[in-house]
Nanobody, 129 residues
Framework: VQLQASGGGAVQAGGSLRLSCAASGRSFSRDLMGWFRQASGKEREFVAA????????YYSDSVKGRFTISRDNAKNTVYLQMNSLKPEDTAVYYC???????????????????????WGPGTLVTVSS
């Protein structure tokens, strides 16, 4: 599957952005989908993940309560709604898919980037104070 993230941009602290990740090449309806981010000079980190049905979602502690991940399998698209943005949210955001994950993968599995075999090119989010 090919993934393309969009929706990044520059916002002020407290603002909102909605990232989209469109999949092509095949249906991703059976894939675990995740968002990761990498700030300049730092390692890539987990942000959020959603099970194939959308029934389970997982978040890092740093974004819990502010970000919401969702998916529309009919549109082959996963979203990341980001509210109350902070300067420390500034990063390149990547979407990724794991076609081998079981339905009840759980948060530990879903937050491990090593399980994701397909990655999009990323979209930059810049939050100014």
């Amino acid at each position: 599957v090919q993934l393309q993230a969009s929706g990044g941009g520059a916002v002020q602290a407290g603002g909102s952005l909605r990232l989209s990740c469109a999949a092509s090449g095949r249906s991703f309806s059976r894939d675990l989908m995740g968002w990761f981010r990498q700030a300049s000079g730092k390692e890539r980190e987990f942000v959020a993940a959603i099970s194939r049905t959308g029934g389970a979602t997982y978040y890092s502690d740093s974004v819990k309560g502010r970000f919401t991940i969702s998916r529309d399998n009919a549109k082959n698209t996963v979203y990341l709604q980001m509210n109350s943005l902070k300067p420390e949210d500034t990063a390149v955001y990547y979407c990724a898919s794991d076609r081998n994950a079981i339905l009840s993968a759980g948060p530990v599995y879903s937050s491990n980037e090593k399980h994701y075999e397909s990655w999009g090119p990323g979209t930059l989010v810049t939050v100014s104070s």
